[in-house]
């Protein structure tokens, strides 16, 4: 019984890798970027200044993944990321993500779009 038991988490775990297997650029060894360890940093240094509970910004308070997953998913956090320096609702304004942070960003959009 125990032999199935790895056999089949053996099994899981390899369709799950395959799955994933074009490269979107980042270093997780299964190819999944995971919000927390990934994103949330990101977050936290670029745009919590402006969007946390009290300076809500644009009345947007962004509260932590589910807010996340829903602005990439409505297509709105892409946008403001790649919108010219010079517009104003370009996202974080005034300053600009470093490449890496942004492409991070944009392959964790892809990802939770897929
Ligand atoms: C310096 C303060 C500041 C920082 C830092 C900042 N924002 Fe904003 N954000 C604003 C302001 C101000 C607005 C309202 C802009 C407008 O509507 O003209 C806004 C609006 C937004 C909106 C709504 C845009 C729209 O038009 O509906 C999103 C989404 C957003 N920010 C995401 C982010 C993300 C993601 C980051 C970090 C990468 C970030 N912001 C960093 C100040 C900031």
Not at 31 to 36: E, H, P, T, V
Not at 37 to 50: E, F, G, L, R, T
Request: proline share 6%; charged share 15%.
């Amino acid at each position: 019984m125990k032999k199935i038991l790895y056999l089949f988490s053996f099994v899981a775990l390899f369709s799950c890798s395959s799955e994933n297997e074009e490269d979107k650029h980042n270093d997780e060894p299964n190819g999944q970027l995971s919000y927390q360890v990934d994103i949330a940093p990101i977050i936290q240094s670029n745009c919590m200044v402006c969007h946390n509970a009290q300076a809500a910004s644009g009345g947007l308070v962004i509260d932590g993944e589910t807010s996340m997953v829903a602005m990439a998913q409505s297509g709105l956090l892409e946008e403001v990321l790649l919108l010219p320096p010079n517009n104003p609702r370009k996202m974080p304004p005034g300053f600009n993500l470093s490449s890496a942070d942004l492409n991070r960003l944009l392959a964790w959009i892809v990802q939770v779009n897929e």
